[in-house]
């Protein structure tokens, strides 16, 4: 909508739009993060793991070079031997394997918090557009994962030279070493390799995961006329909801002159007002208002209780104290005595009438 009406995206996402926008898994994650985590997650685990995993595989060697003389080679034992040789080195490579499930999920939920959708997943024919996908290769976006890429690999790179570098004198005496201690060296300048590494990866994630919260926030932006909208359809449209009101206040006042036949007494200011009562002794602790209005309802509470026979009575100050109670509630105990007068009057009439 922005595009076609040459509006700009000025007004910041409003709460259901970031919801249509999660709902949809489109979310503020950076792969950087996920990156440097499960990388430096990988370096400590294999720090304290890696004995474990060099003494494993050398136990499963020997034992196959020491019974490779014993074990017959046909095409009947060759699937158990590898089936065999996979689970033990799937064993050896579980812990790692499970690392990366469990710290994969974590800096997800970290960055999004929980979030479970199939919409990224459902078939979209657009996407299958050539067109499209050419333009995707010469977005912005490409262009600056491409940026960030050259960044990543130029600062590994950096750190990975200076590094090697800064240990060019020690390299020297390896000639003078014999295997296991040359082993151990390189074992330790590689992992020191991997640590600067991680170190990098980190502050590289904290600038992707800023730079990626912000892109998204353009992203969700809205002109004035999709905030207008947008409003409407959360809010209502301000004439239907007009409609609505005046469609149940006309079904309030039908039920309303349909409670006026049974009334007891009408008592009334002559111009304006009319209130209606009833009282059932025994059940009720006081008279309740089962009507009330005043001028054009008014006149309709009078008529319809003329037709019925229901009896009118001007008073003046009792209408319009009567007239404050709300509908459907007891007079208040002030007004006990004023309204019993009238319902004795009433009552009086009524006998004389029978």
């Given at each position: 909508m922005a595009a076609d009406s040459g509006q700009e995206k000025t007004e910041q996402a409003t709460s259901k739009r970031r919801e249509d926008f999660r709902k949809k898994g489109q979310v503020a994650q950076s792969r950087e993060v996920n990156t440097a985590l499960l990388m430096t997650g990988a370096v400590i685990l294999w720090f304290f793991y890696a004995p474990m995993f060099w003494r494993g595989l050398n136990e499963?060697?020997?034992?196959i070079w020491g019974r490779s003389a014993e074990l017959a080679v046909t095409t009947s034992t060759i699937p158990g031997l590898l089936g065999t040789l996979m689970v033990k080195i799937g064993l050896l490579l579980a812990p790692l394997l499970l690392l990366t499930l469990v710290l994969g999920f974590a800096a997800s939920v970290m960055q999004i918090?929980?979030?479970?959708?199939?919409?990224?997943m459902e078939l979209d024919f657009s996407k299958l557009n050539p067109i499209t996908g050419m333009k995707k290769f010469v977005s912005k976006r490409m262009v600056v994962e491409l940026v960030k890429s050259l960044i990543k690999v130029g600062l590994v790179g950096y750190v990975a030279y200076r590094t090697v570098a800064g240990e060019f004198e020690n390299a020297l005496y390896l000639v003078d070493m014999d295997l296991v201690e040359t082993v151990r060296y390189l074992g330790k300048v590689s992992f020191l390799i991997l640590l600067k590494t991680c170190g990098v990866l980190f502050v590289l994630a904290i600038f992707d995961y800023g730079f990626t919260r912000w892109?998204?926030?353009?992203?969700?932006?809205?002109?004035k006329q999709e905030t207008k909208e947008e409003h409407k359809q959360t809010e209502g449209d301000p004439h239907l909801k007009a409609k609505i009101?005046?469609?149940?206040?006309?079904?309030?006042?039908?039920?309303?002159?349909?409670?006026?036949?049974?009334?007891?007494?009408?008592?009334?200011?002559?111009?304006?007002?009319?209130?209606?009562?009833?009282?059932?002794?025994?059940?009720?602790?006081?008279?309740?208002?089962?009507?009330?209005?005043?001028?054009?309802?008014?006149m309709k509470?009078?008529?319809?209780?003329?037709?019925?026979?229901?009896?009118?009575?001007?008073?003046?100050?009792?209408?319009?104290?009567?007239?404050?109670?709300?509908?459907?509630?007891?007079?208040?105990?002030d007004m006990f005595k004023a309204v019993a007068e009238i319902l004795a009057y009433v009552y009086s009439l009524k006998g004389r009438s029978s």
């Open positions: 499963i060697l020997s034992t918090g929980w979030l479970f959708t199939t919409k990224p892109e998204m926030e353009e992203k969700m932006k809205m002109t009101r005046a469609v149940q206040m006309q079904m309030a006042r039908k039920r309303m002159m349909a409670e006026v036949p049974k009334a007891d007494v009408v008592v009334t200011n002559p111009t304006h007002l009319s209130v209606a009562l009833v009282y059932e002794r025994g059940r009720m602790s006081a008279p309740r208002v089962v009507a009330k209005g005043a001028d054009l309802v008014a509470i009078r008529e319809i209780a003329r037709e019925n026979h229901v009896p009118l009575v001007e008073n003046v100050p009792v209408a319009r104290a009567l007239y404050e109670v709300e509908l459907g509630q007891e007079i208040p105990e």
